[in-house]
């Protein structure tokens, strides 16, 4: 039986009703889903309190911040309009076992404007097969004269630090950050239409901020994960996040750039609410099941890219074949000295820069300065007798001036990517163009059939592994999808450990089913969230000489790619030898990733979440597999003891309640054994120098 609440008779039917995991109070109606304790303003509808029992009290606030929906409904007299939750009153609240219904016949306006019809909405809300999410959904109907033309759903208001200012931490793909600390607004003067206490954040690729649909607000102690039933070429998700300059409390806005003219009808996607207790990687279950029943990988990725460190890049010349003194930096016959150096430190694959003139088709021979196609061939066999793939790193999206009127392209006189040490300033000067280029069509047919000639040339020599500039896929068909799926098929049958990687940009949705591992600029950042759900492509970390990038990236699985540079000279133009410090650190990583392969291999990543508490001045990383979880640290710093306070039962159970510490030095090597019970417990890595990396294995006793 439905029950149907209106208004003021909502307490009167809310206490005959007696349904048990329905509560009466004085303004407000109380639902428990899946364990998350919603409460509703009975008049507006829209939500004033979310808890969750470990983690507590979520989000709370009054009946006028209410949230839930909010449109933007311009009209001539006031253009900054809306149409919310909080702006309504009336409305009906329909409960039926384990769904929750919420329908407003006219959303309220946020100022006494007279309009002709009314805006409609219904937001659904739904206990999860899972037994611990909440589904949200919802329906918007324009019965009005007038377009609405921005949506906020869901729109989450009042939602607390609940780890504490500094410890309360929104993450995502591609970032993490801690909201409540960061979006304060400044003492200093500041434009009020473009505060700090504003963000947005989008999905896509790696050229974004977010990466992935999926977000989770929260600490060590729990929090509230999201995403929409979204994928691949579906609309883009929109994070907005706003720091209340007078509650300091925050709303998370997800929002849809859309427009409901009059008469129609739209209806959201599925979201999927998943409150938790420990830190973020319990919130991203759900996701990863979401994400793993929709990844298709047209190739398995090979075993050296996951089960290794890392990748070296060398960048071959300047592209100036006509300055053969001055701008080789290494030839074809350096390869194998360069890939004995990189297998000693722990890198079992090679990329190349500047084999080839860039933007240019079809086939290009490479530079002559750098050595001819046979020495190219023999030098990349010779590497892989030393276990080392290589991978020429291949620029064929952008068109020359030579190549561009080929597929109809005019290319401008300067700009593009002309860049070289000598010019001034050294990328891009408006005197420079001889690598000025325009875009490719990727659906143009001569420019398939050339690219797919070009790879085919390069795995007839031997070299069946390249590395893409620029992976811009799309949904116009043919495109880099469907010319990679031929691609890999051709190296594949020459080579099943052929690798293809390259620089991702805008879906990782749908470039994780092509790429091995990225080719993407930049350092250390925190992806966590995207390790421990996608297990390919793995995401590179550029690396000079930086020994504390060296250890986060291992400790965080990303895939270092390691180019030292000479002073004053291009990027990859020096010899891992000649930075010790740099060498020193790879080699110790290297060291651990194989003693403890399995875990890097084939565990599920969980970054710090093992913690119960913050471990100041140390990166904790932790990977769990059947029965056990394996525990990363390294001391960021000054010499010292770093202690852990951990709780291994949340991933691992056990069936004795009790636990097998197996406690490791630097070098992998058993260093104490000692024996401890379920729940909140501390462990301590004495005297750990600076940048020092140890390894802690939780085991589960039976």
Sequence with gaps: MRSLYHGAA??????????????????????????????????????????????????????????????AYPVPTFEPLRLATRFSRGAEISHLGNSLTISWPRLGASRSIEAKGAVSAKVRLDAAPDGRSVLVSCEIHNGSDRPVRQLLFPDLNGLLPIAGVDHTYLKTGGFGSAPFRELKLSDSDEFYGQTNAYREYKSGGMFS?????????????????????????????SLLIHLSPTTQKLRLMCLHDIRIEPGQTWTSEEWVLTPHRSGWAKGIEP????????????????????????????????????????????KFSDLPSLAREAKENGLD??????????????????????????????????????????????????????????????????????YHTDLIPPFNPPYAGNYACAQVDTANAQWQADVLGFCKHLVDLGIPSVSWDQFWA??????????????????????????????????????????????????????????????????NININRSVWEVKRGFLDGLYLNVWPTKPGGVNGSDWIRNNAALSRALKECAKLRERFVDYFAEGTFIGGCILTEECPGAHVAARVLPGRVLVLLTNEGADADVTLHYDVSPWVASASGRYTVHAYDADGHPAAVVHTAAGAQKFVAAKMKNLETRAVEFVAQE
């Excluded at 929260?218 to 070429?233: E, H, K, T």
């Excluded at 089960?307 to 592209?319: A, T, Y």
């Excluded at 879906?507 to 994780?512: A, G, K, L, Q, S």
């Design 10 to 71: 909502l307490l009167a039917l809310l206490t005959a009703m007696g349904a048990s995991n329905v509560q009466a109070a004085e303004s407000t109606l109380d639902v428990t889903l899946n364990g998350l304790h919603i409460s509703l303003d009975a008049q507006t509808g829209g939500v004033v309190k979310l808890s969750y029992d470990g983690p507590g009290t979520l989000l709370e606030t009054d009946r006028e911040g209410a949230g839930l929906i909010d449109l």
């Design 209 to 237: 901020e977010m990466w992935m649909r999926w977000m989770d607000l929260g600490g060590l102690n729990g929090g509230l994960s999201m995403f929409p039933r979204l994928w691949g070429w579906d609309a883009r998700s």
């Design 287 to 330: 996701y990863r099941e979401f994400a793993r029943e929709h990844i298709k990988r047209v190739a398995t990725v090979p075993n050296h890219v996951r089960k290794g460190l890392g990748f070296r890049s060398v960048w071959m010349c300047q592209n100036q074949p006509d300055d053969p003194a001055g701008d080789a930096i290494w």
């Design 349 to 418: 694959e090679m990329v190349l820069w500047g084999t080839h003139p860039g933007f240019s088709l079809p086939t290009p021979k490479p530079f002559p300065h750098v050595g001819t196609e046979a020495e190219f061939a023999k030098a990349v066999a010779d590497c892989r007798k030393l276990g080392v793939n290589v991978a020429p790193f291949i620029s064929v999206l952008q068109a020359n001036k030579a190549t561009g009127p080929r597929y109809g392209l005019a290319v401008p006189e300067t700009g593009g990517w002309t």
């Design 474 to 539: 799309s949904q116009k068909e043919p495109n880099i999808q469907t010319l990679t799926a031929q691609i890999r098929a051709y190296s594949r049958a020459r080579d099943a450990q052929s690798t293809f990687s390259g620089e991702e940009l805008w879906n990782i949705e749908v470039d994780c089913d092509y790429l091995d591992y990225t080719w993407n600029w930049g350092g250390y950042r925190d992806c966590q969230a995207y390790t421990s759900v996608f297990p390919a492509p793995r995401h």
